[in-house]
């Protein structure tokens, strides 16, 4: 088939991440040619502020050279301005009248600085500060002259400032409003930020109106001069008072435009053949010079470019952050409030840290914070997700304390870790590297930052530290969508959520039926979403849908857990933690007959078989005669108990036999992550049962139910979820909690997530509240752990999955 | 010049997006890999990274997936996929009315 010619004009970031997200799509289905009036490719504007201030250089900071669109096939044409589209015929035609027929065009002319219309305005010294020539033009201005004026003191002003300043000239930097950062801050985080610029000597006017640039006498730009008479020395100036929609070349060429190239949800223009994207659209009446919403209309454009056509933007939250180096500063949302909008505030105008939160009908819509931005990554998501708070009001200011306790010295700001301090402990990648990768490679999201270098790739316990990172270096361009957002991985645009509800509604039983009926992009998916996906479906259609023991971790697939050289490891069950005589004998016999290297008592009360050769596996379950211990899944692991009142003196109720009877109920169940419960026969709580998914303290009256802790990674105290009188009430009540969690919870996700995701007050209104709902949840449950069995004792004397534990050996040679 | 070619088993005997592992007295054990649509791809038992046994991870499309450390790997060069670097050799393999041959030297 002929492939259809798609031409787009302009080459900046919202463009080219458009042609990225469309060659990922359908890299055949167009030929492509770029036209460019820069004579650069294409690098990131974002990182002009380090490159002015000498942090970066321009190699530094291209995102795709020359040499990536010869390798995509890509005709590109730079320092090419195109001057006139003529829609009959479906042609551009650029300055110097080089040619492009087109099928689709893809306008993304992004955005001009505004230029103040006062006298002078052309004067040689008056810059804006957009492009990559600007920069140069001011680097060698600071090399020869003395006095800046930087007219705006919005994010790209003060960063303009900056880096003047740093580069040895005495800046002032002039702004119309009441406060710097207008539109990014609220006056007291403002105040603070001008007295930390103003130490660092940069002056301010604000409140001042530019009247005239006046010329000295070799025909430079010499001074501003301001409507009240007043005037400063200036040998340049900057004007950084906004941007506006470059939308000429499509009003010229008739199309429809209003401020900006009016676009539908689809980025469609009112010409159907024309797409546009980026700063130079207005799409429901809004313009956005941010990149995170760019970035995000360029996966829309080129899902429909590449006749997909299920795509629709939709406007988000905006976070901002100003890369000043060693000024910390964070916004997102509505982050002014007004009528309707409650703030809570934090000020500490000495120790330099300043938070405001803004709530409306209980959740949170914006975040300003000045000083201490670690928690940003937090309140952005919370603010994404449009939560609930009331629950977790109080503590609200107080943060997450997002990032894990262990592996990087309890550090919880990446701002302050030097380059060579650990970031990642499992897999050793310090700062230094990951930001060094972020520059090098031009990376946006976490998972791009765990791909390359690896960090938070393991335990996940430095995600958040990362993201701060990432923020730090590429401000709002970081690309921190939650879970619930983002897409399961590459084969689909669809998140965990979608996948889930299309699964139940569509009533889909196979992978195959969900990649088909899904257009995943690949024939069989991948090791991401085949686990997620095998997992939706065996518990959204108990008995119905067949497990594919094909798309499961090896560990699940052999029902034993791999390590580091191959052997596997062998955990039998031991209900409650109890075992007999008879048991431990049969344990050190198969430990002695098969030669096992080590074993070991685990933290779950059981016993560990460590180093196990995988052909002796079924041998091993066959000579163990116990059930399986689940160590290795996704699944039920152990149910941990103390002695409780058989013998304790203490012991108020019977807890082991509580936690044999919950694991004998519970035996079997598959889970989004795996899943811990105890159970403790007083208040002392010996069984820890405050750190586990589901957790249960004997009381003289009954049995506190807790859920949601965690003992792993990140330590989480198991929050209260009700108080119950009987064993039986015990069982509803805990099965119809997993159950609710087994359906609802994203694959991976931990009780502790889903709980902080949906908020206790929904697990209570399901669990506690709804009585019929309750049984029913817990009906499901038993129906679904129905068709399980013991994995171990089905592949010893049933035979499955022969194949698993058999290796091949050379049987005839021919010639 | 004819290639030493052996028998090793039968395409059903290794289930689709699946593999097996051929055990070698005298060298490195070598995984043996069935796609989705029957393709055979025979590769050293070794992730390049740590050493992860490949016949262990799950299959994909043309990739195994190192169930140590999520490297993904190309089934019919053996290369790591970017942006990780690295090889395991791949062995000559052919698929005759229904029996796999691997060329072993």
């Given at each position: 088939m002929k492939k259809l010619k798609l031409v787009m004009v302009g080459n900046g970031m919202a463009g080219v991440r458009t042609l990225e997200e469309l060659l990922k799509l359908t890299p055949e289905l167009y030929d492509i040619t770029v036209f460019g009036a820069e004579p650069h490719a294409n690098y990131n504007r974002i990182l002009l502020s380090p490159v002015l201030t000498g942090e970066q250089t321009l190699p530094e900071i291209m995102l795709n050279d020359v040499d990536w669109y010869a390798e995509h096939g890509i005709?590109?044409?730079?320092?090419?301005?195109?001057?006139?589209?003529?829609?009959?015929?479906?042609?551009?035609?650029?300055?110097?009248?080089?040619e492009a027929e087109y099928d689709r065009l893809l306008l993304a002319t992004g955005s001009n600085p505004f230029i103040l219309p006062v006298p002078g305005k052309e004067l040689d010294g008056v810059v804006t500060f957009r492009d990559i020539h600007d920069v140069n033009t001011m680097i060698d201005a600071a090399a020869n002259h003395r006095h800046a004026v930087v007219i705006g003191g919005g994010l790209l002003g003060l960063e303009a400032a900056n880096g003047l300043?740093?580069?040895?000239?005495?800046?002032?930097?002039?702004?119309?409003?009441?406060?710097?950062?207008?539109?990014?801050?609220?006056?007291?985080?403002?105040?603070?930020?001008?007295?930390?610029?103003?130490?660092?000597?940069?002056?301010?006017?604000?409140?001042?109106?530019?009247?005239?640039?006046?010329?000295?006498s070799n025909g430079r730009v010499a001074s501003v001069r301001f409507k009240d008479g007043d005037e400063v020395p200036a040998d340049l100036v900057v004007m950084a008072v906004g941007i506006r929609p470059n939308f000429n070349l499509a009003e010229q060429s008739g199309i429809y435009c209003d401020r900006g190239i009016v676009v539908n949800d689809f980025m469609q223009t009112f010409d159907p053949r024309v797409y546009a994207v980026g700063e130079c659209v207005s799409h429901r009446g809004v313009s956005y010079g941010l990149v995170a919403p760019l970035f995000d209309m360029a996966k829309?454009?080129?899902?429909?470019?590449?006749?997909?056509?299920?795509?629709?933007?939709?406007?988000?939250?905006?976070?901002?952050?100003?890369?000043?180096?060693?000024?910390?500063?964070?916004?997102?949302?509505?982050?002014?409030?007004?009528?309707?909008?409650?703030?809570?505030?934090?000020?500490?105008?000495?120790?330099?840290?300043?938070?405001?939160?803004?709530?409306?009908?209980?959740?949170?819509v914006g975040a300003c914070l000045y000083g201490d931005t670690a928690d940003g990554g937090w309140y952005f998501r919370l603010i994404r997700e449009g939560h609930a708070i009331h629950e977790m009001r109080e503590q609200l200011m107080l943060g997450e304390g997002a990032i894990g306790d262990t592996g990087h010295q309890g550090q919880n700001r990446a701002m302050g870790m030097s380059d060579d301090a650990e970031v990642c402990g499992c897999?050793?990648?310090?700062?230094?590297?990951?930001?060094?990768?972020?520059?090098?490679?031009g990376?946006?999201?976490?998972?791009?930052?765990?791909?390359?270098?690896?960090?938070?790739s393991s335990c996940g316990s430095c995600t958040g530290l990362v993201e701060q990172i990432l923020i730090n270096c590429v401000g709002g361009a970081a690309d921190v969508k939650p879970k619930s957002e983002k897409a399961i991985c590459g084969c689909t645009d669809l998140n965990h959520g979608q996948v889930r509800q299309a699964i139940r509604e569509r009533h889909l039983t196979s992978l195959a039926d969900t990649f088909t009926a899904l257009d995943w992009r690949s024939v069989d998916g991948c090791s991401s979403c085949r686990p997620a996906i095998n997992y939706y479906l065996i518990s959204s259609w108990p008995g119905e849908a067949k497990d594919d023991p094909q798309s499961?971790?090896?560990?699940?697939?052999?029902?034993?857990?791999?390590?580091?050289?191959?052997t596997y490891s062998v955990i039998p069950r031991m209900w409650g933690g109890v075992t007999n005589p008879s048991e431990l004998r049969r344990i050190a016999d198969v430990a002695d007959k098969y030669d096992i290297p080590m074993v070991k008592v685990t933290g779950g009360q059981r016993i560990d078989l460590l180093g196990v050769k995988k052909e002796d596996l079924p041998k091993v379950w066959a000579d163990l005669n116990m059930p399986s211990g689940h160590a290795y899944g996704k699944s039920l692991r152990t149910v941990k108990t103390c002695v409780g009142s058989e013998f304790c003196r203490f012991g108020t109720q019977d807890s082991t036999q509580m936690g044999i009877d919950l694991e004998k109920d519970l035996f079997g169940m598959w889970s989004p992550a795996k899943v811990k419960l105890a159970v403790s026969g007083c208040p002392r709580n010996c069984a820890e049962s405050g750190i586990k998914d589901v957790g249960i303290i004997g009381v003289d009256s009954g049995w506190e139910l807790y859920i949601g802790g965690n003992g792993g990674i990140k330590t989480e105290v198991a929050e209260f979820l009700c108080k119950v009188k009987t064993h039986d009430e015990v069982m509803v009540y805990s099965g119809a909690f997993l159950q609710l969690y087994r359906e609802e919870a994203f694959y991976l996700e931990r009780t502790v997530h889903y709980l902080h995701r949906v908020g206790m007050e929904y697990i209570k209104q399901r669990v506690l509240e709804d009585e019929v709902g309750r049984n029913e949840l817990y009906a499901?449950?038993?129906?679904?752990?129905?068709?399980?069995?013991?994995?171990?004792?089905?592949?010893?004397?049933?035979?499955?999955?022969?194949?698993?534990?058999?290796?091949?050996?050379?049987e005839t040679v021919t010639a | 010049m004819s290639r030493n070619w052996k028998t090793i088993c039968q395409l059903n005997d290794i289930p689709a997006q699946g593999a097996r592992v051929l055990k070698r007295e005298d060298g490195d054990d070598i995984a043996i890999f069935r796609t989705i649509d029957d393709q055979v791809f025979a590769l050293v038992d070794k992730c390049p990274h740590k050493g992860g046994p490949l016949s262990q991870g799950i299959v994909s499309g043309r990739t195994v997936t190192c169930p140590l450390h999520n490297w993904n790997i190309d089934l019919a060069t053996g290369e790591a996929c970017a942006p990780d670097e690295g090889c395991s050799g791949h062995i000559p393999v052919k698929l005759e009315a229904g029996a796999i041959f691997l060329a072993l030297d």
């Open positions: 005709t590109l044409h730079l320092g090419k301005e195109v001057v006139e589209i003529d829609r009959g015929r479906r042609i551009v035609r650029a300055a110097d009248g080089t300043s740093v580069r040895g000239m005495k800046v002032t930097v002039v702004h119309l409003g009441e406060w710097l950062l207008d539109r990014q801050l609220d006056r007291t985080a403002a105040a603070m930020l001008q007295d930390t610029l103003q130490e660092r000597g940069l002056s301010f006017l604000l409140q001042k109106q530019t009247a005239e640039l006046v010329a000295g829309v454009v080129a899902n429909h470019l590449a006749n997909f056509g299920i795509a629709r933007y939709v406007p988000a939250a905006t976070s901002t952050k100003l890369k000043v180096t060693g000024v910390d500063l964070f916004s997102a949302g509505n982050f002014m409030g007004g009528d309707g909008h409650e703030e809570i505030t934090l000020s500490d105008p000495v120790g330099g840290i300043y938070k405001k939160l803004i709530v409306k009908d209980d959740k949170l897999n050793g990648v310090c700062k230094g590297s990951i930001v060094k990768a972020i520059q090098e490679k990376l946006f999201t976490v998972d791009e930052v765990k791909k390359h270098t690896k960090a938070a499961r971790f090896i560990n699940e697939r052999v029902h034993a857990n791999i390590q580091k050289d191959g499901r449950l038993k129906f679904a752990l129905s068709f399980e069995q013991d994995p171990w004792a089905e592949r010893t004397k049933g035979g499955v999955a022969r194949h698993e534990f058999a290796p091949l050996s050379i | -």
